[in-house]
């Protein structure tokens, strides 16, 4: 991979988002948009966080006695209660997490961070947590914007614990094997997702899957939330890629999957653990299915008269049996005007010209990427383009699929600056068949902008197709708020509406963030009553004492009815 993604491994900054180096700043015509669109009197720096050592921070709760036990265990120079350590442990990177954060509070932080450097050693964690009474939270990248990584000190049964501890993975980060000819290798499952695609490429293979967060999250993190990366669509979702898998629980290991390349021998256990959230236990290794790196690349960006012809055009190319692009993506009108204005310039405005008299005055930006042999990408994007012309769609250029691909990681860079001037931002996504995507997107649009309008605030809300499937797609919203008085509440009440609004549609609460806390309270609706209480079992039985990251994924008992 190329330093501009490398250089981030390992740097984070407590208040924001990640290596405080690649901090972006909002051009001038951008903040002008944000002004009319948000109907905001000014934009200033006056949110700026507070420094670290106004923060904040609880004593820690474990006495001299029992810091000894973990001292025992790893090292002393792994059991921190330092300050900086605690805060950086304080939650994961939602909005809400970061808001707090950046106005001082951190009481959620745990009372120490452990870093454990094996299996063993995870392994002595959990029995001392386990007969200490201490709740464990799994600690990859931190990347969680769903409240998966906040310690919680009591569960949804009721039961509260002495104290919670951060379990930090950052020591388990080796490539342990790699597998030409089955084409296979194996992790540890804290390392990040730079250096996993750099183990790789030493040996001529890439695992393909590019989150948003992926150059901060980790393997165990991908896995534990069921992450889908960016180039899920040519390359296969976090789940289906991996193959065998080891996770310690307060119960024991379990090790999972073997060398058959399929079997029928009862449920596959692998898909309890991935997905888990770290409320089983804590996955340590994992064998993933790996692909040659590609050599060659394509780009092309198309636009639609609108979002309804473009989410048609790509269920036509999903399920027209062509090969696919790793990357399909499309803008709805929304996020497709905020894109031009973000760009702004000379070129922008002759495009605005070129599209208003080829019919298209607000249009809906489609943006590829295809990977793999010369020959064949050539071959593929020819294809797709044949069927995206016969659709109605205006080719642009290549330009800006390749703009995309070179700031894909950089966008909630932007929610910094974003929070430092005032304007509130998050994000949220699902996904439905194809013939209920259209409802469903203007539903969540509506609840979205309607909740931020109860509050006297005005919004911009704007949405995209980030994953297709034969059977349907993802929608992945952003948006924007003035902040009120309150943006915690502000926050909470247009996060409940978007997804009183997806449940009510009948689609997924979460397509790749997973449950954590926010989602928790919805996912009875999904599952059913029935599925809560087997998801209860199965915890029960890896988990008795309820210390594996308690308050996530399994709602209270009270929420099943929802």
């Known amino acids: 991979m190329g330093a501009d993604i490398t250089e981030d491994v390992g740097r984070s900054v407590w208040y924001g988002w990640g290596n405080p180096a690649r901090a972006a700043e909002l051009p001038g015509h951008a903040t002008a948009f944000l002004r009319t669109a948000l109907e905001l009197d000014s934009v200033a720096r006056e949110h700026l966080p507070v420094r670290l050592d106004q923060v904040s921070l609880p004593e820690s709760s474990l006495d001299e006695s029992r810091l000894a036990l973990f001292r025992d265990a790893l090292g002393a120079e792994h059991v921190s209660t330092a300050a900086a350590d605690r805060v950086l442990h304080a939650g994961g990177k939602s909005t809400p ?55 919680i ?128 236990g804590v996955i340590t290794k994992a064998t993933m299915a790996i692909v040659p790196q590609p050599e060659h690349k394509r780009h092309g960006a198309w636009a639609f008269a609108d979002f309804e012809s473009g989410t048609e055009a790509l269920r036509a190319l999903v399920q027209a049996g062509i090969p696919l692009p790793a990357v399909a993506r499309l803008s709805d009108r929304e996020e497709t005007e ?127 197709v980030s994953h297709v499937y034969p059977g349907g797609a993802s929608l992945y919203f952003t948006f924007l708020a003035g902040q009120e008085s309150d943006p915690l509440q502000q926050l909470q009440r247009i996060k409940a509406a978007a997804s009183e609004a997806i449940v009510k549609e009948r689609a997924t609460i979460t397509h790749h963030h997973a449950i954590g806390t926010d989602h928790a309270p919805y996912l009875a609706a999904e599952i059913g009553p029935l599925g809560v209480d087997v998801l209860r079992g199965i915890k029960a039985a890896l988990d008795p004492t309820g210390i594996m990251n308690p308050g996530k994924l399994i709602p209270a008992m009270e929420e099943d009815q929802k």
Not at 181 to 210: D, K, M, S
């Open 97 to 151: 997490d970061l808001y707090r954060r950046r106005t001082g509070d951190a009481q959620a932080a745990p009372d120490a961070v452990l870093s454990p450097g094996s299996d063993e050693e995870i392994r002595k964690i959990l029995e001392i947590c386990v007969r200490e009474h201490i709740a464990v939270t799994p600690f990859g990248g931190g990347t969680s914007v769903v409240g998966g990584v906040e310690p």
């Open 153 to 280: 000190r009591s569960a949804p049964n009721g039961q509260t614990f002495t104290a919670a501890v951060a379990l930090d993975l950052g020591r388990m980060a080796q490539l342990l094997e790699l597998d030409p000819v089955n084409r296979l290798a194996t992790f540890q499952t804290g390392i990040r997702g730079p250096a996993i695609e750099a183990a790789l490429a030493a040996h001529g293979f890439t695992l393909g899957h590019l989150p948003q967060s992926h150059q901060q999250a980790t393997l165990g993190g991908y896995l534990a939330t069921r992450s889908a990366g960016q180039a899920s669509t040519g390359y296969g979702r976090s789940d289906a890629l991996v193959r065998r898998l080891s996770l310690e629980s307060p119960r024991g290991t379990l090790d999972l999957g073997g060398f058959a390349p399929a079997t029928a021998a009862g449920p596959d256990l692998r898909s309890i653990v991935v997905g888990s959230e770290g409320t089983l």
């Open 338 to 464: 905020s894109t031009l204005r973000l760009a702004g310039g000379a070129k922008i405005a002759a495009l605005r010209k070129y599209l208003a008299l080829r019919g298209m005055p607000q249009p809906a930006l489609a943006l590829f990427v295809w990977e793999g042999g010369k020959a064949a990408t050539a071959a593929a994007r020819r294809q797709c383009s044949k069927l995206l012309r016969a659709a109605g769609a205006v080719y642009l250029s290549s330009a800006p699929a390749i703009s995309w691909e070179h700031g894909r990681f950089s966008a909630p860079y932007l929610r910094d600056r974003l929070l430092d001037i005032g304007v509130l931002v998050e994000t949220l996504e699902t996904a439905t068949s194809w013939d209920r995507l259209p409802a469903l997107h203007e539903a969540v649009n509506q609840a979205i902008l309607g909740a931020i309008s109860d509050g006297g605030k005005s919004g911009w809300s704007q949405a995209h």
